[in-house]
């Protein structure tokens, strides 16, 4: 009789054993399967520090049981902008192909950025989408003031990002035009002093000859 107790009390013990090591490997389970990083993009507020933006964003990464903030997630940028280069960059991409593709706003960026390489331009992307030739701005977003009010959003954001990180799909491309809407008399001067390069979407591009 004492022996058969005995046998009784082992078997409950070894099931009970058996089930506290079940229930582990399932917490075990759930924990391998959560995603090591969450990595989210926060736009930044005006009165963040130099040092806390990047881009116009904060990068916040989530681990597991904590959160952890990093001013800069390391990303490899061609172009080294100035905040006010860049935010310069988005609104006159935004303005000019806001209904385009992405490819085609990356290409209006792409020829900002080629404008600042050129000697013949501007050094700065700021002073590029600014400039003002005889009273003429050379991107008429400027002129007509859309450029100051538009919203960029963020379809133009990736677009310019992938741009700044070195994607060019521009061909060397230094000015564009919209026929349609265009000035026939500008029209005629592009078609006239400069060399066609390819048309994208609602817009040709062109560079000098």
């Given amino acids: 009789m004492y022996k058969k107790f005995v046998m009784q ?9 058996t089930s506290w090591f079940c229930v582990k490997g399932v917490q075990m389970n759930m924990l391998s399967s959560t995603p090591a ?16 933006r990047f881009h116009g ?10 959160v952890v903030d ?7 940028y061609k172009y080294d902008l100035s905040q006010a280069d860049y935010e310069a960059l988005l609104k006159i991409v935004q303005a000019e192909a806001g209904t385009e593709d992405e490819k085609g706003k990356m290409l209006v960026a792409g020829v900002v ?5 050129n000697r013949s331009f501007p050094d700065t992307v700021t002073e590029v989408v ?10 008429s977003p400027v002129g007509a003031g859309t450029y100051q009010t538009i919203k960029v959003t963020q379809s133009t954001i990736d677009a310019v990002e992938r741009v700044l990180m070195g994607e060019d799909v521009s061909e060397g491309a230094l000015y564009f035009v919209s026929r349609k809407s265009a000035n026939p008399e500008k029209v005629k001067w592009f078609d006239t002093r400069l060399t066609k390069l390819f048309t994208h979407g609602g817009h040709e591009f062109f560079t000098t000859r």
């Fill in 70 to 76: 990093y001013s800069v997630i390391e990303k490899k």
């Fill in 57 to 66: 964003f904060l990068k916040k990464a989530a681990s597991g049981q904590r």
């Fill in 130 to 139: 600014l400039q003002n030739k005889n009273g003429v701005y050379q991107f």
């Fill in 113 to 117: 950025l080629n404008r600042v390489k």
């Fill in 37 to 52: 990083f969450k990595i989210s993009l926060y736009e930044y507020a005006q009165d963040e520090p130099e040092m806390d």
């Fill in 9 to 17: 009390l082992f078997l409950c013990n070894m099931v009970l054993l």
